[in-house]
Each structure stands twice: as structure tokens, then as C-alpha cells.
Nanobody, 121 residues
Framework: EVEVVESGGGLVKTGGSLRLSCETSASTFADYDIIWFRQPSGKEREAVACIRRSDGSPWYEDSVAGRFTISRDKAKNTVDLQMDNLNVGDSAGYYC??????????????WGQGTQVAVSS
């Protein structure tokens, strides 16, 4: 069974930073791309960043590129999403998933429970 567990999130002011963490097993990292999705209230879920299983290369959605950084800690079996210079538009439920097709068409197969990010003006 593939288990994915997120942590982090919370409330921050515009311009602030938050760090999300996604913990799973070493075998999951070997078998799947790790993808961070977000779903703002009333909107569809979208992939914002991911790390490819094949070579560890990252991908970022245009609106977060240059502000978000995805990284893998092999010792801890986590994939972290460092989010800097946050704005109100980043407010959403954030979900980590083990899936495929890292990129704009990424899809998740195994999902975490999600964590909320709220950015105040």
C-alpha cells in the first residue's frame, strides 16, 4: 500500500513563506513521480510542482516558477515544497500525490489528506 502524508501549511501574510512536506516510502519515490497539487476554493485542482521519478528533475507551473522550490530529501523520504513570496492567489488546499506524467498533465494515483494554505493581504 502506498501512503503519502503531508505536513506544513497554515496562515501567512502576503510576501511570506511556508514550507510543505510530503512523506512517503523510498519505494514510492522509485516507482512514481511526486506531485504537489492545489485546489483553491471553488476551482479545479491543478498541479503546481513535481519531481520526476526518472531523473529527479523538477517541473513548475508558470504562476509559481521562481517562487516555489520542490526538493527531495532522500534521508527523510520527503519531498518538500518551499513557497516564497506568497500572494492571496496561492491560498488553496495543497495535496501531495504519487503519480505519473510530472508536468502540466500530471495525475495522482495515491493521495495525501491535504493541507490548507491561507495567505492574507
Amino acid at each position: 500500500e502506498v501512503e503519502v502524508v503531508e505536513s506544513g501549511g497554515g496562515l501567512v501574510k502576503t510576501g511570506g513563506s511556508l514550507r510543505l512536506s510530503c512523506e512517503t516510502s523510498a519505494s514510492t519515490f522509485a516507482d512514481y513521480d511526486i506531485i504537489w497539487f492545489r485546489q483553491p476554493s471553488g476551482k479545479e485542482r491543478e498541479a503546481v510542482a513535481c519531481i520526476r521519478r526518472s531523473d529527479g528533475s523538477p517541473w513548475y507551473e508558470d504562476s509559481v516558477a521562481g517562487r516555489f522550490t520542490i526538493s527531495r530529501d532522500k534521508a527523510k523520504n520527503t519531498v518538500d515544497l518551499q513557497m516564497d513570496n506568497l500572494n492571496v492567489g496561492d491560498s488553496a488546499g495543497y495535496y501531495c500525490a504519487a503519480g505519473q506524467r510530472c508536468g502540466r498533465s500530471a495525475y495522482g494515483l495515491y493521495w495525501g489528506q491535504g493541507t490548507q494554505v491561507a495567505v492574507s493581504s
